[in-house]
């Protein structure tokens, strides 16, 4: 069969006018040609971005995702929100030496001061609050009048916040994307413990739960750590999308054996007290008392005035005056 099929091929092309051979030779000449050129696009396109010299070799590589953040138990820090750090980008230096900076994210949106600690190694933390009305923020005026509850006490001007409304959480991806935008290695999203205060929403710790549930997949979708601020009752809840606490004032209300649950994850307590005259003329006792508060082993302490500002001491003595320029 085989010879036979291949003497009958032979027979119908030596019948083949010289015109219809013309024809098959300009078609062959073509798929010669196509297949050259698509070798060279397949060539071209594999060499694409390896330094070829053309102007598609310039292509940037795709961006990379990073591991979210994760800082060690004592590591050292230092928060300021009510100014802004007064950093020479050209030369910087910043005082105190410590590993973090947690800062006031509206303060710095527009400042080079991120950028400015990274090229010193430090990690910075981006302030802002997640479940208060505060009047004077750039995005105010997006709030709805109905998510809007209680007055904070002690704080006039903020007001508590319906966290499980859609409306707030939509505002909260905005900031979000800002301290992304900014260069922020992790949040601290402050006020989220509505539900053990009168807060005018009939807020629950589900609500809580739930918020910063939300919150945290919207860090971590960004690369960013996340922190769990004070909120005590849903420390054993959240602990494991947490990266860190942030906890003020346990000592004084002697419950820091809730929060050392961080510290026996791997996890940081950044620890926030504040003593009469910190934080340059703390009165002893109190320091003393708040350094060594049961529950708080490895916690990162630090003392502070009630208002965040440029100054703090550390249970080791040394205090500290972070240089920040004038509103």
């Known amino acids: 069969m085989e010879g036979k099929e291949g003497r009958s091929r032979r027979n119908r092309e030596s019948r083949l006018s010289r015109r219809q051979k013309l024809v098959l030779a300009a078609v062959a000449a073509?798929?010669?040609?196509?297949?050259?050129?698509?070798?060279?696009?397949?060539?071209?396109?594999?060499?694409?971005?390896?330094?070829?010299?053309?102007?598609?070799?310039?292509?940037?590589?795709?961006?990379?995702?990073t591991a979210i953040w994760q800082p060690a138990v004592n590591t050292s820090w230092q928060i300021i929100l009510n100014a802004k750090l007064d950093i020479d980008?050209?030369?910087?230096?910043?005082?105190?030496?410590?590993?973090?900076?947690?800062?006031?994210?509206?303060?710095?949106?527009?400042?080079?001061?991120?950028?400015?600690?990274?090229?010193?190694?430090?990690k910075v933390i981006c302030y802002f609050s997640a479940?208060?009305?505060?009047?004077?923020?750039?995005?105010?005026?997006?709030?709805?009048?109905?998510?809007?509850?209680?007055?904070?006490?002690?704080?006039?001007?903020e007001k508590w916040l319906n966290i499980s409304s859609p409306a707030i959480r939509e505002?909260?991806?905005?900031?979000?994307?800002?301290?992304?935008?900014?260069?922020?290695?992790?949040?601290?999203?402050?006020?989220?413990?509505?539900?053990?205060?009168?807060?005018?929403?009939?807020?629950?710790?589900?609500?809580?739960?739930?918020?910063?549930?939300?919150?945290?997949?919207e860090a971590h979708k960004r690369n960013m750590a996340i922190g769990l601020k004070n909120a005590g009752d849903i420390v054993k809840t959240m602990l494991p999308r947490m990266q860190f606490a942030v906890n003020e004032e346990c000592a004084q209300y002697k419950d820091?054996?809730?929060?050392?649950?961080?510290?026996?994850?791997?996890?940081?307590?950044?620890?926030?007290?504040?003593?009469?005259?910190?934080?340059?003329?703390t009165d002893p006792e109190q320091k003393e008392e708040y350094c060594n508060a049961p529950g708080a082993k490895g916690f990162s302490t630090i003392l502070k005035a009630m208002n965040l500002n440029f100054g703090a001491e550390y249970c080791d003595g040394r205090q500290v005056r972070t240089k920040v320029l004038r509103r």
Not at 89 to 117: C, K, T
Not at 258 to 276: C, L
């Open 171 to 217: 505002i909260m991806v905005g900031r979000m994307e800002i301290a992304s935008r900014m260069g922020c290695d992790g949040v601290d999203p402050d006020n989220v413990d509505g539900f053990q205060n009168e807060n005018g929403m009939n807020l629950t710790p589900q609500d809580s739960i739930s918020f910063m549930t939300f919150l945290a997949d």
């Open 30 to 65: 073509v798929l010669i040609i196509v297949l050259i050129v698509g070798l060279g696009l397949g060539l071209g396109l594999r060499n694409r971005g390896g330094g070829g010299g053309g102007d598609d070799d310039e292509l940037p590589p795709a961006p990379q995702p």
């Open 131 to 157: 479940g208060s009305y505060e009047p004077k923020r750039p995005d105010s005026s997006k709030f709805p009048k109905e998510d809007i509850g209680s007055v904070l006490d002690g704080w006039p001007d």
């Open 256 to 281: 820091c054996t809730t929060f050392a649950a961080f510290v026996d994850a791997g996890k940081p307590v950044f620890h926030i007290e504040y003593p009469d005259g910190a934080p340059f003329d």
């Open 89 to 122: 980008p050209n030369n910087p230096v910043v005082e105190p030496d410590v590993e973090v900076y947690d800062i006031d994210m509206f303060l710095h949106q527009n400042s080079r001061a991120i950028s400015s600690l990274h090229k010193l190694n430090k």
